[in-house]
C-alpha cells in the first residue's frame, strides 16, 4: 500500500507542477468528470441511463425514452450535489466539514425522489439486499455520525488518499440514511480529495462488484486491502487522465495501460492503423463512441475501442 500511495503522490506533484492549468483545460475536466462522476456513481446503484444518457439529461434537460422519472432525478440530482461540493464545500479543510454539509449533500441526493427521507437520518432498521452486513440500530445513527465527525477533525498524519476511501468506507458502514448512501458517501470521499488537491476519484462500471465485494469483506470482519486497492486505483486513473489532457507529448509506455484514459485522434488511428481522417469520420458516424475534451483531446473508453476494433475485424 506504501508503494502505491508513494505514486500517487509522485504523480499529484507532477501535476502542481503544471498549475494553475488553463481556464479551458479546467473547464473541460469539470465537465467531463460531473457527467462521467453521475453517470458511474449511479449506474453502481442500478440506474440504467447510459453515459450518452446521462449527459443529454443533465447538460441538455431531454427525457430520455424508456427511462423512469427517478432515473432522470437521479442523474440531475447528482450533478447538482457534484456542482454544490465544487462551489461550496471544496475549498473546506476536512477539519471545517461538519454534519450539516453531509446531510445537504443527501438531501440534494434525494430532491424530488424521497424528499421525506432527504437530508435526514434514518430511524428505522434495515438490511442490504443480498448482503451479510449488519447494519447499526438506527437508534446509534447520530451518535455513530457524531463520531464520525471527530474522527473526521482529528488530526491525521494518513496519505489524503486514504483518508478520503476511509471516510467513505466508514459513511457507507454507517448507512445513516434511507437511500442515497453509496453516493452520498464517494461524494464525501471525492470532496475530501479535491480538497487535498487530487482529482475525484471514478468507480467504474465495471468494478463494481469488486468495489462492492471489498466494502462487503471488511463490513463482515474481513481485510480491507481489496477496497482500499479498488479506490487507491480509481484515484490513479483520474490523476492519469488529468497528466494527459497536459502531457499531450506524454509517452503511455511510460505508465501502465489504464482502462479510461485520453487519446488523441493520432494515437487512436495508429492503434487502428488507419489515417486521422478515418478515426474522424468514425466518430462522427456514431460508429466509434468518443468524447471530446479540449480540442483534439478525445476520449475512448478501452471496452468502447475493442468492440469497434471486434466489429471492423467480423466485416
Known sequence: MKDVLAQLTTKKQHLDAYKPLPVEVIKNLDEWFRIELTYTSNVIEGNTLTRQETALVVEEGITVQGKSVQEHLEAINHAKAFDFIQKKLVDKNKKEINQQDILDIHRMILHRINDVDAGRYRTIAMRLRGSQTILPNPLKVPELMDEFIQWLHRSNSDHPAKIAAEAHYKLVTIHPFVDGNGR????????????????????????????????????????????????????????DIYLETVEPERIPQAMPPTDHRFYTTEEVAKLLQVDPESVRRYVRSGQLKAVRLGGKFIRIDKSDLDKFIDQLKSK
Not at 471514478?202 to 463494481?208: F, S, T, Y
Open 184 to 239: 452520498t458517501a464517494r461524494l464525501l470521499m471525492n470532496l475530501l480529495l479535491m480538497s487535498s488537491g487530487y482529482p475525484a476519484a471514478i468507480i467504474r462500471k465495471e468494478d463494481r462488484s469488486e468495489y462492492i465485494n471489498s466494502l462487503e469483506k471488511g463490513q463482515t470482519g474481513g481485510s480491507l486491502d481489496d477496497y482500499y486497492a479498488v479506490i487507491f486505483k480509481a484515484v490513479d486513473r483520474s490523476l
